[in-house]
Structures are given as structure tokens and as C-alpha cells.
């Protein structure tokens, strides 16, 4: 879907504020819904570990997607928007993270950052995003500049290697050194010794081979469909990129985050982040007001990027930004433009 006017888009932003609102009620019924499950999934796979290892990865995917509720309730936090307290937001926030292997304060302030630039082609753009080229940019590449990040753009290593460097590599050493990280990076130094003196605990009682068993599959289909779900949001065919001096914000935030049409299990599964061009026009309104928002107010269905499950699949074709045709490309489509040009 293309850009709609720029007038339907200042609409919006008074809309959403409406769902701008905290609810006691429901953010307790979530960490409730969320947690227990989790927490009676993690014990069925310990117990019926050596029953069948099919068994057990299939209950890692299930829970895995109780882990995706989990960190969505500490994404929220970290947008102080999950409850009306910004104690209450910090310490599930980082209950949260012991689960989610995702650093509370240095995580947020990093997904903070991405909101604030989404879609901008600056040097930092891969702060908090997936690292994405212009055609100029990949064409003026060495060959093996190239190769690399080819090899980084493809799906075995975006959703299975990458996943778990993202979590236990990007998010386990302070490696943004931008002024006005300090604290972000102490806190993530401080969770790190808090998960391993939780997990070391767990593994002393339960054993190191079951506890892995257990756990590592768990993290493992979790990283996958966070990834999954992030790059789907944000590297559909029309989404929107531009310098900074040309940036538009509620550009960005509409036409350059998706809305994920899912099952309703799905969305529920998800924490709602198939919604993601609310969330980006209102990082305020709570997860679990975003499809109420959405659905009492059509004019969303007239300007969202919709994507249903199997439109999203062509999105891993998703390579490098056409900024001439201000649409994402995949390399057959840039192989075509190679040859044109050498004619």
C-alpha cells in the first residue's frame, strides 16, 4: 500500500490518544495470563523431558510464544505505558527481562531510540532495527562487503543465527557508546549478573543437561518469532525510508510499520504487536488497548499496511530500499537493475 495523504495522517495522532489509558484491571489479568502458563509449561517440559524430544520442542513453541506475552509486557514497561506507576513499570520490567534474557533498561532505551528514528537512513539506523542498505549504498560496496551482508540478509541467519546473536551477544555487552547511555549500559551489566546468578541457581537444583533441555528451546523459537515479527513490522515491500532532512514522523510511524492481520489466538499470543502502526503513532496507548483501538476506528483499515500471515512470507525477499521506486527490493529485482545499467 502506498502513502496516503498527508491530511488523512494528521488525523491520527488525536485518535490514538484517546486509548491513551492505563488499566489496573488488565495489565494484572496479563502478567497473570502470561506467567503462570509460562511458568506451568517450563515445569511439563522438565518433567516429561525424556519422554520424547518432539514433545518437548513442541511445547517449546508454545511457550515460546508465552515468553513473546512476557516480553511484550516488559516492552510496554519500558514505554512506561503497562501501568500508571513508573515503579510498578520497572520492577515487572525487569522481573520480566530474568525471563526474557532481553535487558530491561538498556533494551528500552534502545527501543526508544528506534521510535524516535524509525525509517531515517542515517549512520545509527541500525540501532534498535534490522540493518538495511539502499541499492547506492550496497552498489558502492566492495565484493566482499557485499557477500557479508548478503550472508547477513539471509533467512538461515535472520531468523535462526541472528536471534541468538542478538541475544546473547548484542544484548549482553554495552556495545552502543552514544552519549546519554551510561545508565543504560550499568543496568545492563547488573542484569547480567542477575541472570546468571538466577540460571546458575536453577542449574545447581535441576542439572545443567536438563535444565538446557528445557531452556534453550524455549529461547531459541522465542528469538525466531521476535525477530520474525519485528522484520515483518518494518521491512514490508512499501515501507517508508527517508534522509534525515526529508523525514516524516507520522510517515514513518503508518506507512512504515505494518499491521499484522492475524488469527485472533495470534494476536493474543503476541501481546497485540501486529498492530504495530498504532504503537508507533502512540508509544503510550498499552498493548492491550491497540486493537480495540484499531477496530473502533476504520480509517485504519483505509491507511495501514495490511499483511496477512502468507502476504508477510514474501517479505523475507525484502533485501535493499529502492529509494528510486521508495519501495523494499529483493536481489533478483537488483540483478535486473545491474544489468540494465552495464547496457
Known amino acids: 500500500m502506498q502513502s496516503a495523504d498527508n491530511s488523512i495522517y494528521k488525523q491520527l495522532p488525536a485518535i490514538v490518544k484517546q486509548y491513551q489509558l492505563h488499566n489496573s484491571r488488565k495489565a494484572t489479568i496479563q502478567v497473570i495470563n502470561s506467567f503462570l502458563p509460562f511458568i506451568a509449561l517450563w515445569i511439563a517440559m522438565y518433567v516429561w523431558r525424556d519422554e520424547s524430544i518432539w514433545l518437548i520442542i513442541g511445547l517449546a ?19 512506561q505505558s503497562f501501568t500508571a506507576s513508573r515503579k510498578a513499570n520497572n520492577l515487572i520490567g525487569a522481573l520480566c527481562s530474568l525471563l526474557t534474557f532481553i535487558p530491561y533498561k538498556y533494551w528500552a532505551k534502545n527501543h526508544n531510540y528506534h521510535h524516535g528514528h524509525n525509517g531515517i537512513l542515517d549512520k545509527n539506523r541500525a540501532i534498535g532495527d534490522i540493518n538495511t542498505l539502499t541499492v547506492n549504498e550496497f552498489r558502492s560496496l566492495s565484493p566482499f562487503e557485499q557477500f557479508k551482508y548478503r550472508l547477513f540478509r539471509s533467512a538461515p541467519v535472520l531468523f535462526l543465527i541472528g536471534p541468538l546473536f542478538y541475544i546473547f551477544y548484542n544484548n549482553r555487552f554495552p556495545i552502543i557508546r552514544l552519549k546519554g547511555w551510561e545508565v543504560a549500559n550499568r543496568a545492563l551489566l547488573w542484569n547480567n549478573f542477575f541472570l546468571i546468578s538466577l540460571h546458575a541457581t536453577l542449574i545447581y537444583f535441576l542439572g545443567w543437561e536438563a535444565f538446557t533441555l528445557v531452556h534453550f528451546p524455549i529461547i531459541v523459537a522465542f528469538g525466531t518469532i521476535a525477530i520474525w515479527f519485528f522484520y515483518v513490522q518494518h521491512q514490508h515491500e512499501y515501507t517508508y525510508k527517508a534522509w534525515k532532512d526529508q523525514w516524516n514522523y507520522l510517515q514513518a510511524s503508518i506507512q512504515g510499520s505494518s499491521y499484522y492481520k492475524l488469527p485472533r489466538l495470534f494476536h493474543w499470543l503476541s501481546g497485540n504487536i501486529g498492530y504495530h502502526h498504532i504503537h508507533h503513532l502512540n508509544a503510550l496507548v498499552p498493548n492491550y488497548e491497540l486493537a480495540r483501538c484499531h477496530h473502533e476506528n476504520p480509517i485504519f483499515d483505509q491507511v495501514a499496511n495490511t499483511l496477512t500471515f502468507w502476504q508477510s512470507l514474501h517479505c523475507i525477499y525484502n533485501k535493499l530500499w529502492d529509494e528510486d521506486k521508495e519501495k523494499m527490493i ?14
Request: proline letters at 0%; hydrophobic letters at 40%; a positive charge.
Open 61 to 79: 513453541v508454545v511457550n515460546a510464544f508465552f515468553l513473546v506475552r512476557i516480553f511484550i509486557i516488559q516492552h510496554d514497561c519500558g514505554h
Open 330 to 343: 529483493g536481489w533478483r529485482e537488483y540483478s535486473k537493475m545491474q544489468k540494465k545499467t552495464k547496457i
